[in-house]
């Protein structure tokens, strides 16, 4: 006799924000990069996560390199977000960041929310 298991887990909501510092080609205006930085990671992180899908930092990398008059990006953050209106489940970013710093890995009960897009993204240009 064959059985199937399925195993059903409580889902855990983990709010978590980007912060990036990227390098503009001399003589351009840093503000019209930065808000077209912003506009990409917007665009790319409106679609909801997964249960257990990774956030790879070397994306984000990749997406803010290919944006327009950016030199380099010097620095990207996954930071988690906690407060009034954010969950208050416990993480750790530090702890589930892969050693070589490219990709946060997840639970498979938990799910990843970017909750404001305008507040949560955020990046300096120099």
Same mark, same amino acid.
């Given at each position: 006799?064959? @059985?199937d298991i399925i195993d059903i887990l409580d889902g855990t909501i983990v709010n978590i924000g980007i912060e990036f510092e990227v390098v503009v080609e001399l003589n351009k205006d840093t503000n019209s990069v930065l808000a077209e930085c912003l506009s990409v990671l917007k665009? @790319?992180?409106k679609k909801k996560f997964e249960m257990g899908e990774p956030i790879y930092v070397t994306d984000i990398y990749k997406l803010l390199n290919k944006v327009k008059y950016v030199v380099d990006t010097k620095n990207v953050k996954i930071v988690e977000k906690t407060g009034i209106g954010y969950s208050s489940a416990q993480y750790s970013v530090e702890d589930n960041?892969?050693?070589d710093g490219r990709y946060l890995s997840v639970p498979e009960?938990?799910?990843l929310e970017i909750r404001d897009l305008d507040n949560d993204i955020t990046g300096v240009a120099i």
């Open positions: 006799m064959i @059985n665009d @790319n992180y960041l892969s050693k009960n938990v799910i």
